[in-house]
């Protein structure tokens, strides 16, 4: 009885040798030529091989046959065998041989020995009812001249793999290297610099499928450009026309009698003034028109006073202080925004930590949710439902595009026990910005002046 045994691990192994033997276009492309030309090289091969054995029997039984006609006229002349290796009535002669001479025909066959040595055999019949046979073997000259051309093949068909992967690393690495260019270029524009061609990027000047993909990307880089620029102009013109009315309702709202409703008014007309505000300024980070003026300032304190103005209740930690050269009221707005969200989504306390030119903002909440670790914040989307309700999602995206603005970089994580699997409840939020070490040069910023 048989059966099958199956590991229940090896999913897991499999998995991991997938992923040890990936490997770059160069190899793949190389190794597929090579293994081609290995296989042409092994028919091409066999074929020559079994046509040289073929033609060289195909001689000796011609030169058997030549022989035998000679011992035959001579055996007809004088009566009896008087050449070489020629035999009357051969015990030992091959049946479908002795068969083809009984018919009355003269015949030639080859035997195998053992050792795969073939033997040559010539038979013709004779006055009398006689048979008259040739037997020779296989030379060793033609045994050296097909080993030879073994060789001789042999050394061929390495050369052909050799010259083969040669070639398709060759190949490979000059499809690979266009690729890489391709999606480094790709990336770029990604990254928002809508200023790179991939097309431009590969270079070259015979024209392949690559060409006609980068093609492709740029082409359709430029129509989401295009339409992301004519959602943002939308954006702003709405948010531009609803400012006059929004300020109209809110000055309306002012000059009611004072009361409860009085005060409801006042707030929604507030929270849209704000909102209104938020979109705007959302529509401008994103036409990345914007420009920061850049100052020197001393980072601890800074941050030290403005949080102090802000919420004395935040506790504000200076563990190394720094110069920087940035944008304060970028800055400043970075900063509050992560402490207002810190304050409507997170639980106290809120601590802030200045080290070196990295800010830190941590609550003791439920934590950022996992779309927005994963893809960072969005525009109208507040998070899971323990952190949803409130806002409309815009503190964090102002955050990021002024922070793109100040040539810094946003973070986000969750504080969890140390070990605790990722099911575990987080014990807080914290937000980090890293300031650049010289001035944002490359977002087209420029110094004010003293």
Known sequence: ??????????????????????????????????????????????????AARVSMLDNARDLADERLQIAQR???LSGRVNFPNVQQDAPDLPSP???KVEQGRRATYVTDRRNG???????????GGHVLSLHTGWTDRSTDILNDLDQALVIGSIAVVLGGSALGV??????????????????????GEPDVRVRDAIGGVVRDETDDLASAVDAMADALQQRLEAERRVTADIAHELRTPVTGLLTAAELLPPGRPTELVLDRAKAMRTLVE????????????????LQDLMLGEF????????????EVRVVHESMV????????????NLLANAARHGKPPIQVTVEGRVIRVRDHGPGFPADLLAEGPSRFRTGSADRAGHGHGLGLTIAAGQARVLGARLTFRNVRPAGAPAHVPAEGAVAVLWLPEHAPTNTGSYPVLP
């Open 97 to 99: 041989l002795r068969e």
């Open 1 to 50: 009885m048989r059966g099958i045994f199956r590991n229940p691990g090896t999913g897991g192994i499999r998995a991991g040798l997938r992923r040890k033997l990936s490997t770059g276009l160069r190899w793949k492309l190389s190794a597929a030529i090579a293994l081609v030309g290995a296989l042409v090289a092994i028919a091409l091969s066999l074929v020559v091989h079994n």
């Open 278 to 293: 938020d979109v705007l300024e959302v529509a401008r980070l994103d036409g990345a028109s914007e420009r920061a003026e």
């Open 117 to 127: 040595v073939p033997d040559i055999w010539a038979a013709v019949p004779v006055k």
């Open 170 to 191: 060759l190949i490979g690495g000059q499809f690979s290297r266009r690729l890489r260019k391709a999606a480094a270029a790709a990336n770029q524009v990604a990254r």
């Open 303 to 314: 941050v030290t006073r403005r949080v102090a103005a802000k919420d004395p209740d935040v």
């Open 74 to 76: 001579s055996y007809e």
């Open 325 to 336: 050269t940035t944008d304060p009221r970028r800055l400043e707005r970075v900063l509050f």
